[in-house]
């Protein structure tokens, strides 16, 4: 494993990349930790807030991928080991960021709502690109001899594949040229652009056939796979789909008391009250 690690990583420069993946999943999981024992309202650091406003931690994220990619600019011909630790920074920093993806994108506070798996998206496809550029893997087949044309082809096949809503197909295809070809060539996904423009009703030329059998593989192939996603997901940073549990209200218990009626309406000659004879 040693040896592994020092010819696949280090001998290969890779180690700044090594520390930012190490740090990336690293921070993401204790992230994901401390939000869940905050909404569980457990005896833990709880949220950080200035006066009445809370402080989300994309803002920590914002600060620390800025120091960490200042320094690794500075750092990156000094020394190999500083150049790393500024890559584990510039890590932590991207995944608080990216942990607050969905925020961003809605501009609103959907971190527990449907919205807020998006954020988990995110980071799924951050680790994915990472693991596999350690791996070797280059974008697009590049490997700096390659021809100019065939990373053109690629490039165009990848917006295909993405046009037509198969987004983790495009992205392994990105460094496994042939998932783009095979995404390219199948149908699109009911809801892509790719489907609105060439699918559905409005349509130029609409085609019905490919309409309906693009529904059907997404009901029957795709909506099982789409379910476990969402479990592996729900294991790993919580439920997207409850709200938040209410704070506790203390309950004050007062003593009922009857209501003193108005002018007028009590009757003559008896107390309002406990309804007695009035003294004389």
């Not at 401390?34 to 909404?39: A, E, K, Q, S, T």
């Not at 150049?83 to 942990?99: C, I, K, N, P, Q």
């Not at 439920?239 to 009626?261: C, E, I, K, Y």
């Amino acid at each position: 494993m040693a040896d592994w690690f020092r010819e696949r990583v280090v001998d290969a420069h890779r180690l700044p990349l090594f520390c930012f993946f190490v740090a990336l999943i690293t921070a993401f999981l204790c992230t994901r930790v401390n939000v869940r024992l905050i909404r569980a309202r457990t005896r833990w650091f709880g949220n950080v807030s200035v006066g009445e406003m809370h402080i989300h931690h994309v803002v920590f994220g914002v600060v620390l991928t800025l120091l960490g990619g200042v320094a690794g600019l500075v750092l990156s011909g000094v020394s190999q080991g500083w150049y790393s630790f500024s890559s584990a920074v510039f890590g932590v920093g991207a995944a608080l960021v990216l942990d607050e993806f969905a925020l961003i994108l809605h501009l609103r506070d959907v971190y527990w709502q449907e919205e807020g798996r998006t954020s988990v998206d995110a980071v799924f496809v951050a680790i994915a690109a990472t693991g596999l550029l350690l791996f070797g893997l280059h974008p697009l087949g590049w490997d700096g001899g390659t021809a100019p044309a065939f990373l053109v082809v690629n490039l165009v096949f990848a917006v295909i594949t993405l046009l037509k809503g198969k987004i983790w197909s495009g992205l392994l295809g990105l460094f496994v040229p042939p998932s783009l070809y095979v995404g390219a060539v199948r149908v699109a996904r009911p809801g892509s652009p790719w489907a609105r423009w060439f699918y559905s009703e409005r349509a130029r030329r609409p085609r019905p056939r490919l309409m309906a059998k693009a529904i059907h593989r997404e009901e029957r192939w795709r909506r099982p796979v789409i379910r476990v996603k969402i479990a592996i997901q729900e294991f790993v940073s919580g439920r997207h789909d409850l709200p938040a549990p209410a704070s506790p209200v203390r309950r004050h218990r007062r003593r009922a008391v009857a209501p003193r009626p108005r002018r007028g309406t009590e009757r003559a000659g008896r107390h309002w009250r406990s309804g007695r004879p009035r003294a004389r």
